[in-house]
């Protein structure tokens, strides 16, 4: 008995060490978010920083300090404000987000990429509907915390879930908020702030910061300069309150998509009045797009099997059909 239960401690150790995410934006299966992706329809409309440590292990040094909040509200020409060990930026969104199909929000960092690998300085994400009680989105970190690594090192992309900053400058870290569906304190479909919590990448106990399964956080460190710590570009928005959901579109008359269930290898369509400017994508379920309707015509010949959403936007609509692909 006692044999086999080291079997299975040590099998669940290697598929833990061996366990893949996502990979970096540019790779097959990334659920990276383009800072031009047409799912964005709003940025955050303010944010306020509270600054970290240069190094936490000096208290008394002193706090990062580029970049100014300001920078922290919409994609702007690279602008970023650092946030230090340990700091943490507070964004507002006017309307608030809501919790529609597939992911809601993203945040961007300017992290970059070598052919030695990707800097990435990494965040944790909370979400709040009062502005008092947050909640965190329960984040996972395998990469090896035996060896720190250093002020300019790299991590591994398929070794992090739901830490922003796990893309590298351009793209977003997307967040999905039916994961936090049903907590208390916290409505998913009215989301007024959200805050980031810089990643404390010191795998030194006495500062280590941990995920939701206690393991040490292991990025970037120290990195004492004035533009430490977790670098924050921007929040998008994919659904807000107001935008038109899914169940909402049940009796949409503007369009008709057709056929439907359509079958991978064939055509999908959509049938509206020429004088109607609109645009249109086919996305999955974890809004990754899947193709873009030219002259109301999509091939699916690259397209699975499966369940997708034809995301329809017209002036200042959104209109959202489900398709079934068999």
Known sequence: MRSTLIIFLFLFFLTSINAQFAPQAGEDGTTAISATD??????????????????????????????????????????????GDG????????????????????????????????????????????????VRFPATSLTPDSTQIGSFGTIDATKINNLAGKYYSGYGTPFDLSELDGLSDLDVQNITHLRIVDVIGTIAEEYASFDAEDNKVNDPYPTAFPSGGFDLDAVAVMHEVGSVSVLENADNELFTVFPNPAKSGGDLFLDYEEEQNYSAILRDINGIEKGVFQDGKLSLSEVNKGVYFVEIRMDNQLIIERVVIF
Not at 61 to 74: I, N
């Open 87 to 134: 700091g943490t930026a507070v964004l507002t969104f006017d309307p608030p987000i809501r919790d529609g199909n597939g992911f809601d929000f993203a945040v961007f960092e300017n992290g970059f990429t070598s052919p030695e690998g990707d800097f990435l300085e990494l965040g944790f994400v909370e979400v709040s509907s009062n502005g008092e009680d947050f």
């Open 38 to 83: 047409e799912s964005i329809i709003n940025w955050a409309k303010t944010c306020t920083v509270n600054r970290g440590l240069l190094d936490v292990a000096d208290p008394d040094g002193a706090l990062a300090g580029a970049g100014s909040a300001s920078a922290g509200t919409e994609i702007s020409d690279g602008l970023t404000v650092s946030l």
